[in-house]
């Protein structure tokens, strides 16, 4: 079935410095979207991206959806203690238009 | 507006034992999807329902059944519970066409002794 692997599991910047978060999946995707999820909270929609190549930016923010549908980035600039959370994408496959298959996350610490 | 609120928010259930898991949508949304995420973990998609049928199916066994009534709000129910069930339910709503971005509630923290 379908797999979607992101890297890093975790990191930890100090606030200011950048930080990026890499998804791929096993099978090229009709659309990705991206979830923050606080420590004990629940997933927050963050952005979907549609079209091959997409790039989209939200102030702090950008997502990249890469040329063959199968990838996706997400980065933060001069992060901030707000950034703290684990990041999702997550993927609908071609072939199931229903089923949303999330990412493994990418756990973000950010210190003063 | 309320958004999508679940109950109970936390449970205690034995192994074998049943439960039941409710979601109400944000006001609008006509689907619900129900994730079970276990601790350091991403969201599992469990099924999603459309028009009171349940549309698509993840990797769960049948234990696991869920009900959309004519509100649109929506039941999980766990049969016959193992330990490994023990994890976070979420419910998640939307607007129709699956293409549209899903609105998560706060879940249920379900434990199995």
């Known amino acids: 079935g379908q797999q979607v692997m992101q890297i890093p599991q975790y990191q930890h910047v100090q606030e200011g410095e950048d930080f990026t978060t890499y998804c791929n999946s096993s099978?090229?995707?009709?659309?990705i979207q991206w979830y923050k999820q606080r420590p004990g909270g629940h997933p927050v929609f963050l952005i979907q991206?549609?079209?091959?190549?997409e790039v989209k930016k939200q102030k702090r923010l950008t997502f990249q959806f890469g040329e063959a549908k199968k990838n996706s980035s997400l980065h933060i600039t001069a992060t901030q203690t707000t950034d703290v959370g684990t990041y999702f994408c997550?993927?609908?496959?071609?072939?199931?238009?229903?089923?949303?298959?999330f990412g493994t996350g990418t756990r973000l610490q950010v210190t003063l | 507006d309320a958004g999508v609120t679940q109950s109970p928010t936390h449970l205690i259930k034995t192994r074998g034992q049943q439960v039941t898991l409710r979601c109400s949508p944000k006001?609008?949304?006509?689907?619900v999807s129900w994730y079970q995420q276990a601790l350091g973990q991403g969201p599992q998609f469990i099924f999603q329902?459309?028009?009171?049928?349940?549309?698509q199916r993840g990797n769960f066994p049948d234990r696991f059944s869920g009900h959309q009534f004519p509100n649109y709000s929506s039941e999980l129910n766990v049969n016959a519970l193992l330990l490994g069930d023990s994890a976070l339910y979420l419910c998640?709503?939307?607007?129709?066409?699956?293409?549209?971005?899903?609105?998560f509630g706060p879940g249920t923290r379900l434990t199995v002794t």
């Open positions: 998640a709503s939307s607007l129709g066409t699956p293409r549209y971005e899903q609105y």
């Open positions: 099978t090229t995707l009709s659309n």
């Open positions: 991206l549609v079209k091959s190549g």
């Open positions: 997550a993927g609908r496959d071609t072939g199931t238009a229903s089923k949303l298959t």
């Open positions: 006001s609008g949304h006509d689907t």
């Open positions: 329902y459309y028009e009171e049928e349940e549309r």
